[in-house]
């Protein structure tokens, strides 16, 4: 394996837990210096989110119902088996599971479903896709989605 790999590796692996550590404490800044400017999310089946502003009113918007702590008291996000293929010096692709804690237990779990892009000296996600397996009914991610849908017209 070549150096120029085992660097991509690390620090893919690196910007998939920061993603998960901003993310769970806020820092909504920080978390979207880890995209391109012209990135993807979608949570999947029906959401989708292009640029970092957009991308933003997603994190926004999971930071507003996560401030209900009485009824989560913290939230953590935990990856596990990540893949990454490089698929040349500056774009790669991966997948990881993923499942979210809060102080009530395992909250939702899926896949993240990732592509990866070198910028400078740096690798940031260009496409994020979001797939949540399961929920725990009435859990804190079950009234998140159902606050993005009346936010969009669709409750």
Known sequence: MDLWELTARE?????VARYNANGDSGRIDA??????DDAIVEVLPDAL??????????????AE???????????RHFTATHQIDLV??????????????TAQGADHWGR?????RR?????????????VDARIPGGWAE??????????GEG
């Not at 910028?119 to 940031?124: A, E, H, S």
């Not at 998140?144 to 969009?152: G, I, L």
Request: net charge positive; proline share 0%.
């Open 65 to 75: 119902s996560s401030r209900d702590f009485e009824k989560i008291g913290f939230i």
């Open 88 to 101: 040349d010096e500056c774009t790669a692709r991966g997948r990881a599971y993923f499942v979210v804690f």
């Open 49 to 62: 989110y292009r640029g970092k502003q957009e991308i933003r009113s997603l994190f926004d918007g999971a």
């Open 119 to 131: 910028v400078g000296d740096r690798w940031l996600f260009s496409h994020r896709r979001v797939a």
């Open 31 to 36: 978390l979207l210096d880890l995209f391109t």
């Open 11 to 15: 620090s893919i692996r690196d910007i």
């Open 143 to 152: 009234r998140a989605q159902s606050r993005r849908h009346d936010a969009m």
């Open 112 to 116: 993240y479903l990732d592509s990866y």
